[in-house]
Each structure stands twice: as structure tokens, then as C-alpha cells.
């Protein structure tokens, strides 16, 4: 069911979006139906004696949003628009677009079937540095594919990260972070674990202190594995 129409930055629109979908709730109990949010604007919206290009700069804003934002795009494409002679190479540049930025191609009921699989997923995660850990368990009565988590580590200074049962789908660096995109499938009724961690392992620390300590200024040096000082 579509829920709302979400206007692209393009045409100067400065609220919120939220262009992900969401389960709907009646006088606050949730009931089982996925609301997607429809962005505008509609291709009846092109005119077929003027130029469209401004329509088709606003889609290629709102694809650039939501990959930035990963978030899904719902657009309402009339097949006779699409094939239309006028405007089909013009289709053809925006869905080649998309597909080089990474958005995937699907249709609204598989979105919203796996959207409520989603709610009956549980998870727990735990962020411990470098490394990471989630359980999940799956609820539903059916394997689901395609589970994916975003998680946000340190840059490592060399080496890579290593993933225990799931796959990396897709990474983003910022700065000294890094956003790994991991997926997993999960059977029914089945828990499992996922973990993130560096696949050189931490090196080992250790720390001498004075034989005989006294007041007054005491050094504490830190050795590592091989016996050279860290500092």
C-alpha cells in the first residue's frame, strides 16, 4: 500500500524524507500491512511537447539520495511512458544510471514480503572495537535470504575484515570508518551468529613494570610479541 508521495530535493523541498517502508498500526496496535513511500515525481507527469529534462534530473537526485541515505525508492512508471519513442532512451540512461550506482531492480510485493518477514527477525549486536558480533533468530516458519546489517568499524591500518557467517555485499569508507553491509540467509526458527573481525589477528601487548616500585616518576613500558617498545 503506498503511503505517502516524498518530493526530491531537486524541486526545493527541505523536510524530512523517509523513503523506506514501514508496517502500519491502528489506534497504535501494528497491523500486518507494509506502507512504501512513493516518490514523486510520477512519470504522467512528462509533458510530450516540452522539454522533460528537469523530470529526469529530479529521478537521478532521488537515486543519488538514496544511495547515500540506503534507502529504497518506490517510482510510479507508466510502461507507456517508458516505451514511448519520446522518452524511452531517456529511461534507458536513467535505469543504466541506477544500476551503475548499485540500486537493485525489484517490485513492490517482494519488497513487502520481506519486509514482514523482517518483523519476525530478532537481533542483538555487539560492537567491541574492531570486532563485532550479532545474533539473530528467525521467527517465521521459512528460510529468509538476504538479512542484511550495516555495520560502522575503524579503518583497520592493514589487513581486512574477516565475516563468520555472512557475506559482504558492500562497503563504504568515511574518514577512519568504514560501513560494511553484511548479509546472511537464515532458516526457520533457526539462530545464528554473525561476527566481524580483523582477519590479521590483534597483537599481543605486554606490559613491564619496576621490580622495586617507588614514589615519585615510575615508567611503564609496553612491548609487543616480537619485543620491540610501542612507545
Known amino acids: ?12 523541498d527541505k523536510s524530512v524524507k523517509d ?9 497504535g496496535i501494528p497491523v500486518d500491512v507494509a506502507l512504501l513511500p512513493a516518490s514523486y515525481p510520477m512519470s504522467s507527469s512528462l509533458s510530450y511537447n516540452s522539454d522533460n529534462s528537469e523530470i529526469f534530473s529530479a529521478w537521478k537526485a532521488t537515486i543519488d539520495e538514496a ?3 540506503d534507502e529504497m525508492v518506490l517510482f510510479l512508471f507508466s510502461s507507456s511512458d517508458i516505451g514511448d519513442p519520446v522518452t524511452n532512451e531517456s529511461f534507458k540512461m536513467l535505469f543504466s544510471y541506477a544500476k551503475d550506482e548499485g540500486l537493485i531492480f525489484t517490485t513492490p510485493d517482494v519488497i513487502v514480503n520481506h519486509f514482514r518477514d523482517l518483523q519476525n527477525i530478532q537481533y542483538q549486536g555487539l560492537i567491541d572495537n574492531d570486532m563485532a558480533s550479532i545474533n539473530l533468530t528467525n521467527n517465521n516458519d521459512h528460510l529468509v535470504q ?20 555472512g557475506d559482504l555485499v558492500r562497503s ?13 540467509d537464515i532458516p526457520a526458527y533457526a539462530t545464528q551468529e554473525i561476527v566481524i573481525e580483523p582477519k590479521t589477528p ?23 610479541r616480537a619485543g620491540s617498545s610501542l612507545i
Open 1 to 12: 500500500m503506498i503511503s505517502k508521495y516524498v518530493s526530491p530535493s531537486a524541486y526545493e
Open 19 to 27: 523513503r523506506n517502508p514501514q508496517m502500519a498500526s491502528y489506534q
Open 67 to 69: 544511495k547515500y541515505n
Open 146 to 165: 538476504h538479512v542484511t546489517f550495516r555495520i560502522v568499524l575503524p579503518v583497520l591500518k592493514s589487513g581486512e575484515y574477516k565475516i563468520s557467517n
Open 172 to 184: 563504504k569508507g568515511d574518514g577512519n570508518q568504514v560501513t560494511l553491509y553484511v548479509s546472511t
Open 202 to 224: 590483534r597483537e599481543q601487548i605486554y606490559v613491564t613494570l619496576p621490580k622495586h616500585p617507588s614514589e615519585g616518576q615510575i615508567i611503564i613500558n609496553l612491548i609487543k
